[in-house]
């Protein structure tokens, strides 16, 4: 069964593209079927390839960004994915409030497949912590393969 998901933050230049290579990465290691995508609840990136900081520290840890360009999540979007992750609270907010009417796809915080105490990815843009964003990215994602392995999601 292929499985379809997407990841949200807010530009699509940071977290979500982060999540979205390490997940393709690991999750294609683990052999499993999944179609990964990340978007933006912004469109203020639109086009543009993840931020330099962000690709150099994937880059660091065998990870390839340089093929995703940002986009930004629409409506659309609930019908085409199986799961919808997003980075932090307020992703989770704006995912909520164009939500079709009617519609069940899961949302779900990132972090709640991983063993940190945080429940946000925070934003590295402005203050930087590129390194540790990858940590969580790299923990929550082992935990949502050994959910999907699991045949929990």
């Given at each position: 069964m292929t499985h379809r998901i997407l990841f949200v933050c807010l530009g699509n230049i940071c977290r979500s593209p982060s999540a979205h290579g390490v997940f393709e990465t690991l999750a294609a290691r683990e052999g499993l079927d999944v179609v990964v995508e990340s978007a933006g609840t912004g469109?203020?990136?639109?086009?543009?390839?993840?931020?330099?900081?962000?690709?150099?520290?994937?880059?660091?840890?065998?990870?390839?960004?340089?093929?995703?360009?940002?986009?930004?999540?629409?409506?659309?979007?609930?019908?085409?994915?199986?799961?919808?992750?997003?980075?932090?609270?307020?992703?989770?907010?704006?995912?909520?409030?164009?939500?079709?009417?009617?519609?069940?796809?899961?949302?779900?915080?990132?972090?709640?497949?991983?063993?940190?105490?945080?429940?946000?990815?925070?934003?590295?843009?402005?203050?930087?912590?590129?390194?540790?964003v990858l940590d969580l990215i790299e923990d929550a994602s082992a935990g949502l393969i050994t959910r999907l392995k699991a045949g929990q999601i």
């Open positions: 469109g203020w990136h639109i086009g543009d390839p993840p931020d330099r900081r962000a690709t150099a520290e994937a880059a660091a840890r065998g990870y390839d960004l340089s093929h995703l360009r940002a986009q930004q999540v629409t409506a659309r979007d609930f019908g085409r994915f199986d799961l919808i992750i997003g980075m932090d609270h307020a992703n989770i907010a704006a995912l909520e409030r164009m939500r079709p009417m009617g519609d069940d796809t899961p949302v779900d915080l990132f972090l709640s497949y991983g063993t940190s105490t945080r429940t946000e990815v925070p934003d590295p843009y402005y203050e930087g912590g590129f390194d540790m």
